[in-house]
């Protein structure tokens, strides 16, 4: 019994997590540009914020390396930006991470 209980609680945290992250986006989708900026920046710890600079342009938040980042800081900042919903831009010098309005 203790074993069912234990899957049944690993179920609900599961679902509850995954109806979570789906509010997360239906409230995102409403959400005005600056408004996503601002949550996308919370999302940065200190370290990696001071090595991008954030810009809100045509609806969609826009990510730029103020420098190069290095292999780490790359994948660190990749990872925060999928989960965000974005992808990595590459362009050369204007290569860049950009966030669209889902």
């Known amino acids: 019994m203790d074993r069912e209980f234990e899957k049944l609680l690993a179920d609900v945290s599961r679902s509850l997590k995954e109806l979570a992250e789906l509010i997360d986006r239906y409230l995102e989708k409403s959400m005005p540009v600056e408004a996503r900026l601002e949550m996308l920046k919370e999302k940065f710890p200190e370290n990696l ?19 190069y980042l290095g292999n780490e800081n790359f994948k660190q900042i ?3 930006i999928r989960e965000a919903g974005g992808e990595y831009v590459s362009a050369g010098k204007e290569s860049h991470f950009l966030v669209p309005k889902r």
């Not at 001071?50 to 420098?67: H, I, M, Q, W, Y």
């Open 49 to 67: 914020k001071k090595l991008v600079t954030f810009e809100a342009v045509d609806n969609r938040v826009v990510v730029k390396p103020r420098g």
């Open 78 to 80: 990749a990872e925060i």
